[in-house]
Protein backbone atom coordinates (compact mmCIF):
# COMPACT_ATOMS: atom_id res chain seq x y z
CA UNK A 1 0.00 0.00 0.00
CA UNK A 2 1.09 3.30 -0.81
CA UNK A 3 1.67 5.73 1.87
CA UNK A 4 1.99 9.10 2.60
CA UNK A 5 2.90 10.45 5.88
CA UNK A 6 3.12 14.24 7.25
CA UNK A 7 4.99 15.05 10.18
CA UNK A 8 2.16 16.19 12.34
CA UNK A 9 -1.80 16.28 12.49
CA UNK A 10 -2.16 19.22 14.63
CA UNK A 11 -0.23 22.67 14.55
CA UNK A 12 0.34 26.08 16.68
CA UNK A 13 2.26 28.65 15.82
CA UNK A 14 2.41 32.48 16.36
CA UNK A 15 2.40 34.95 13.81
CA UNK A 16 6.14 35.48 12.40
CA UNK A 17 7.47 32.12 13.24
CA UNK A 18 8.91 30.09 10.27
CA UNK A 19 6.98 26.98 10.39
CA UNK A 20 7.81 23.64 8.37
CA UNK A 21 5.63 21.04 7.21
CA UNK A 22 7.18 17.63 5.97
CA UNK A 23 5.56 14.82 3.45
CA UNK A 24 7.11 11.37 2.99
CA UNK A 25 6.04 8.74 0.45
CA UNK A 26 6.90 5.40 0.39
CA UNK A 27 6.29 4.65 -3.26
CA UNK A 28 9.23 6.15 -5.59
CA UNK A 29 6.63 8.64 -6.59
CA UNK A 30 8.17 11.37 -9.05
CA UNK A 31 5.65 14.07 -8.35
CA UNK A 32 4.50 15.53 -4.71
CA UNK A 33 2.03 18.49 -4.09
CA UNK A 34 1.23 20.59 -1.42
CA UNK A 35 -2.56 21.65 -1.47
CA UNK A 36 -4.65 23.61 1.23
CA UNK A 37 -8.05 23.21 1.98
CA UNK A 38 -10.86 26.08 3.60
CA UNK A 39 -14.41 25.65 4.12
CA UNK A 40 -15.91 27.04 1.02
CA UNK A 41 -12.55 26.92 -0.99
CA UNK A 42 -12.15 23.99 -1.66
CA UNK A 43 -8.37 22.45 -2.43
CA UNK A 44 -6.14 24.87 -3.50
CA UNK A 45 -2.65 24.07 -4.92
CA UNK A 46 0.29 25.96 -3.49
CA UNK A 47 3.70 24.08 -5.23
CA UNK A 48 3.63 21.41 -7.62
CA UNK A 49 7.42 19.31 -7.83
CA UNK A 50 7.76 16.60 -10.28
CA UNK A 51 11.71 15.69 -9.42
CA UNK A 52 14.30 16.13 -6.91
CA UNK A 53 15.24 19.76 -7.02
CA UNK A 54 12.28 20.67 -9.45
CA UNK A 55 9.40 22.78 -8.77
CA UNK A 56 6.51 24.73 -9.73
CA UNK A 57 4.13 27.08 -8.17
CA UNK A 58 0.76 26.16 -7.69
CA UNK A 59 -2.49 28.78 -7.80
CA UNK A 60 -1.42 30.19 -3.83
CA UNK A 61 2.58 29.93 -3.73
CA UNK A 62 2.61 33.51 -1.88
CA UNK A 63 3.91 33.26 1.32
CA UNK A 64 5.03 29.76 1.16
CA UNK A 65 8.01 28.21 -0.51
CA UNK A 66 8.80 24.49 -0.77
CA UNK A 67 11.48 21.83 -0.63
CA UNK A 68 12.67 18.63 -2.48
CA UNK A 69 15.87 17.36 -1.94
CA UNK A 70 14.59 13.68 -1.87
CA UNK A 71 12.57 12.17 -4.22
CA UNK A 72 10.50 11.24 -1.05
CA UNK A 73 10.41 13.90 0.73
CA UNK A 74 8.51 17.28 0.41
CA UNK A 75 8.65 20.11 2.54
CA UNK A 76 6.49 22.80 3.02
CA UNK A 77 7.65 26.34 4.37
CA UNK A 78 6.30 29.57 5.58
CA UNK A 79 8.48 31.97 6.10
CA UNK A 80 6.84 34.14 8.38
CA UNK A 81 3.37 32.60 9.21
CA UNK A 82 0.18 35.09 9.09
CA UNK A 83 -2.75 34.10 10.39
CA UNK A 84 -4.58 34.07 6.90
CA UNK A 85 -1.86 30.85 6.78
CA UNK A 86 -4.29 29.07 8.99
CA UNK A 87 -5.68 26.03 7.18
CA UNK A 88 -5.52 22.21 6.43
CA UNK A 89 -2.76 21.22 4.63
CA UNK A 90 -2.88 18.43 2.27
CA UNK A 91 0.27 16.38 0.93
CA UNK A 92 -0.38 14.24 -2.18
CA UNK A 93 2.10 12.39 -4.44
CA UNK A 94 1.35 10.58 -7.53
CA UNK A 95 3.16 8.59 -10.93
CA UNK A 96 4.28 10.96 -13.08
CA UNK A 97 3.06 12.91 -16.03
CA UNK A 98 -0.20 12.34 -14.19
CA UNK A 99 -0.71 8.81 -14.60
CA UNK A 100 -2.24 6.60 -12.29
CA UNK A 101 -3.79 7.35 -8.62
CA UNK A 102 -3.55 10.84 -6.27
CA UNK A 103 -2.13 9.18 -2.80
CA UNK A 104 -3.04 11.83 0.31
CA UNK A 105 -1.64 12.05 3.59
CA UNK A 106 -3.59 12.69 6.79
CA UNK A 107 -3.61 15.91 6.64
CA UNK A 108 -1.99 19.04 9.24
CA UNK A 109 -4.39 21.62 10.76
CA UNK A 110 -2.35 24.34 11.51
CA UNK A 111 -3.25 27.00 13.57
CA UNK A 112 -1.73 30.84 13.68
CA UNK A 113 -2.07 32.75 16.39
CA UNK B 1 -8.77 26.88 -17.89
CA UNK B 2 -10.69 23.57 -16.69
CA UNK B 3 -13.37 23.80 -14.27
CA UNK B 4 -14.61 21.10 -12.18
CA UNK B 5 -18.36 21.50 -10.83
CA UNK B 6 -20.26 19.06 -8.29
CA UNK B 7 -23.72 19.16 -7.88
CA UNK B 8 -25.26 19.42 -5.46
CA UNK B 9 -22.80 20.86 -2.98
CA UNK B 10 -24.78 18.85 -0.04
CA UNK B 11 -27.28 15.85 -0.14
CA UNK B 12 -29.19 14.43 2.87
CA UNK B 13 -30.39 10.72 2.07
CA UNK B 14 -31.96 7.43 4.10
CA UNK B 15 -30.00 4.61 4.66
CA UNK B 16 -30.75 1.59 1.64
CA UNK B 17 -30.82 4.60 -0.76
CA UNK B 18 -29.24 4.29 -4.49
CA UNK B 19 -27.80 7.48 -4.83
CA UNK B 20 -25.47 9.73 -7.95
CA UNK B 21 -23.45 12.47 -7.61
CA UNK B 22 -22.48 14.54 -10.34
CA UNK B 23 -19.45 15.76 -11.73
CA UNK B 24 -18.99 17.70 -14.72
CA UNK B 25 -15.83 19.48 -16.54
CA UNK B 26 -15.35 21.89 -19.36
CA UNK B 27 -11.86 20.53 -21.17
CA UNK B 28 -13.47 17.67 -22.82
CA UNK B 29 -9.38 16.54 -23.45
CA UNK B 30 -8.80 14.75 -20.23
CA UNK B 31 -6.41 12.46 -19.44
CA UNK B 32 -8.26 10.93 -16.07
CA UNK B 33 -10.72 11.34 -14.15
CA UNK B 34 -10.59 10.63 -10.16
CA UNK B 35 -12.98 10.31 -7.78
CA UNK B 36 -12.34 10.49 -3.69
CA UNK B 37 -13.86 10.82 -0.29
CA UNK B 38 -12.80 12.69 2.71
CA UNK B 39 -13.67 12.12 6.45
CA UNK B 40 -13.74 15.03 8.49
CA UNK B 41 -10.78 16.34 9.31
CA UNK B 42 -8.66 13.54 7.46
CA UNK B 43 -6.90 13.83 3.80
CA UNK B 44 -8.69 12.29 0.49
CA UNK B 45 -8.97 8.74 -0.13
CA UNK B 46 -9.21 7.47 -3.62
CA UNK B 47 -11.96 5.27 -4.43
CA UNK B 48 -12.02 5.41 -8.36
CA UNK B 49 -9.93 5.97 -11.21
CA UNK B 50 -11.24 6.18 -14.98
CA UNK B 51 -9.11 6.63 -17.55
CA UNK B 52 -9.82 8.65 -21.04
CA UNK B 53 -10.43 5.35 -22.78
CA UNK B 54 -12.85 3.92 -20.43
CA UNK B 55 -16.36 4.40 -20.02
CA UNK B 56 -16.77 3.45 -16.32
CA UNK B 57 -15.31 1.95 -13.13
CA UNK B 58 -16.47 -0.47 -10.69
CA UNK B 59 -15.44 -0.74 -6.81
CA UNK B 60 -18.06 -2.76 -4.43
CA UNK B 61 -20.83 -0.73 -4.15
CA UNK B 62 -19.87 2.20 -6.04
CA UNK B 63 -19.84 2.41 -10.09
CA UNK B 64 -18.13 5.84 -11.82
CA UNK B 65 -18.91 6.48 -15.25
CA UNK B 66 -17.51 8.96 -17.52
CA UNK B 67 -18.72 10.69 -20.91
CA UNK B 68 -15.61 12.74 -22.48
CA UNK B 69 -18.18 14.22 -24.69
CA UNK B 70 -21.12 15.51 -22.56
CA UNK B 71 -17.73 16.82 -19.97
CA UNK B 72 -19.42 14.39 -16.77
CA UNK B 73 -19.10 11.45 -14.56
CA UNK B 74 -21.36 10.05 -12.13
CA UNK B 75 -20.85 8.02 -9.21
CA UNK B 76 -23.72 5.48 -8.65
CA UNK B 77 -22.94 4.86 -4.71
CA UNK B 78 -25.66 1.47 -4.31
CA UNK B 79 -27.66 0.49 -1.04
CA UNK B 80 -26.08 3.55 0.64
CA UNK B 81 -25.32 3.35 4.65
CA UNK B 82 -24.24 5.50 7.55
CA UNK B 83 -20.65 5.02 6.93
CA UNK B 84 -20.90 6.22 3.25
CA UNK B 85 -21.64 9.76 5.01
CA UNK B 86 -18.54 11.64 3.72
CA UNK B 87 -17.77 14.25 1.21
CA UNK B 88 -17.19 13.09 -2.17
CA UNK B 89 -14.49 15.18 -4.82
CA UNK B 90 -13.78 14.75 -8.12
CA UNK B 91 -10.37 15.71 -9.82
CA UNK B 92 -9.27 15.81 -13.47
CA UNK B 93 -6.54 15.35 -15.23
CA UNK B 94 -6.26 17.15 -19.07
CA UNK B 95 -4.01 15.57 -21.25
CA UNK B 96 -0.55 17.63 -22.54
CA UNK B 97 0.53 20.47 -20.34
CA UNK B 98 1.85 19.92 -16.42
CA UNK B 99 -0.72 16.72 -15.91
CA UNK B 100 -2.10 18.81 -12.88
CA UNK B 101 -5.33 17.53 -11.45
CA UNK B 102 -8.20 19.89 -10.90
CA UNK B 103 -10.61 19.16 -8.23
CA UNK B 104 -14.75 19.92 -7.77
CA UNK B 105 -15.92 21.41 -4.36
CA UNK B 106 -17.06 18.11 -3.37
CA UNK B 107 -20.34 16.83 -2.41
CA UNK B 108 -21.43 16.50 1.32
CA UNK B 109 -23.10 13.29 1.80
CA UNK B 110 -25.22 12.38 5.04
CA UNK B 111 -27.07 8.90 5.28
CA UNK B 112 -29.31 8.74 8.19
CA UNK B 113 -30.41 5.34 9.71
Known amino acids: DVKVTQSSRYLVKRTGEKVFLECVQD?????MFWYRQDPGLGLRLIYF???????EKGDIPEGYSVSREKKERFSLILESASTNQTSMYLC????????????FGPGTRLLVL | KQEVTQIPAALSVPEGENLVLNCSFT??????LQWFRQDPGKGLTSLLL?????REQTSGRLNASLDKSSGRSTLYIAASQPGDSATYLC????????????FGRGTSLIVHP
Open chain 1, 92 to 103: ASSLGAGRGTQY
Open chain 1, 27 to 31: MDHEN
Open chain 1, 49 to 55: SYDVKMK
Open chain 2, 27 to 32: DSAIYN
Open chain 2, 50 to 54: IQSSQ
Open chain 2, 91 to 102: AVTVSGGSYIPT
